[in-house]
């Protein structure tokens, strides 16, 4: 089972890249982002079900797999909750691109505490990955902007979306996949209060068809990628399947993109789709290497 890891990373590549073409549809007719955040934190309850059914409803229950499985949930769903300040905050402009760098933390920790290696077209593919990441929402020409709070959120963002790739690998060694996406959906679900909270329900919210109706159509897709994500991690290399959904997802976002604009990007992004492009192409070509840890088999989806 070991080469799906690549069938794994693709599917999610897709459906995250689908997503992040329309994920701003709700938002734009109405339906603020934290509620958005709701949504998606719902929609990880179906598939994690299914999951579960197949697996015999048997859900790792020790210490480890529980302490593991809330923190890959934690880390991911407190990330969202932070980008919503900074964005609040600063400038997305400057934000996103740092927050994009965190393949760059699940690579080193990936490299240095789980003896990952590639070879040399994994390590072109890796270093074009991390290249293309910042250049898909760089907007250089915009007016200077302070460092402040913002920045410091967003460096806490990268390092939380870098922990949790890394754990989720970590975590595959010793528990199901099953089991890993059952906390993802816990965590998620955790932190609704906390977006409950942040939402100024004193500003009209579109409660129609064009708001929760279509961010539920749009973040299953999020949340079945995410679940895709785990597979990937369980039978692939960290530093290899994180930089390759990373720039992969993004890349198909900008061609979907276009395809419903008739634009074509520019400058940075334009040099950001070549390079993730050339990225995931070496990515997929490189062979497979050995690696000191390898996850434990026996509950393969």
Known sequence: MQSNWLTYA????????????????????GFPDTLIYVVWALTMIPP???????????????????????????????????LFRAVQLGPAYLIFPIVSLSPAITIALSFGLL??????????????????????????????????LWFALALVVMAAW???????????AGTSAESIFFYMMVGGLACVPAALWLTDFSQPVNWGWQGPGLAAVIQVLNA????????????????????LV????????????????????????????ALALLAALLLALQPETPSSTQPVPGDAA
């Open 224 to 243: 079945v990628g995410a679940l895709t994500l785990v597979y990937a991690f369980r039978y692939g290399k960290a530093l290899v399947v994180s930089p």
């Open 10 to 29: 693709l599917i999610t590549t897709g459906l995250w890249g689908l997503w992040g073409a329309f994920t701003g549809l709700p938002s734009e007719h």
């Open 246 to 273: 990373n720039a992969g997802a993004p890349l198909l976002t900008a061609v979907l993109s276009m395809a419903v604009s008739g634009a074509m990007p520019t400058g940075t992004k334009l040099l950001g789709v």
């Open 162 to 172: 870098g922990l949790q790739a890394y754990f989720i690998k970590l975590a595959n």
């Open 48 to 82: 994690a079900l299914f999951v579960l059914a197949r697996a015999g409803w048997r859900i790792d229950r020790d210490r480890r797999s529980v302490l593991l499985g809330l923190t890959v949930g934690l880390l991911g769903a407190g990330g969202q909750m932070l």
């Open 115 to 148: 003896g990952e290696r590639t070879g040399k077209l994994g390590v072109a593919g890796i270093a074009l990955a991390l290249c293309a990441l910042p250049l898909f929402d760089l907007q250089p020409g915009q007016g200077g902007q302070g460092l402040g």
